[in-house]
């Protein structure tokens, strides 16, 4: 069963989890390599599986991808 997190704030939710340097702007857009779509960042969703939490694809649960499959256009 997949559940989702409701963020109040995305803005500081992404900016706390980010794992990399150099968090977008939750104006930027990128392509989701699983789904093969454009995505706007700030569309994210974060799915919680097993107590932990994954900030995924706008167009989960269509497509699995993560932050991880979102590259510069």
Known sequence: MIL???IKNKEKYL???YPFNNVPKLTDKKLCVNCDKEIIIGDYKVEIS???EYIVCPNSPNCDG???NWFDL
Request: charged share 35%; proline share 0%.
């Open 66 to 68: 993560t932050l991880l």
């Open 4 to 6: 989702y997190k409701n």
């Open 15 to 17: 900016k706390d989890k």
């Open 50 to 52: 097993n107590n932990v």
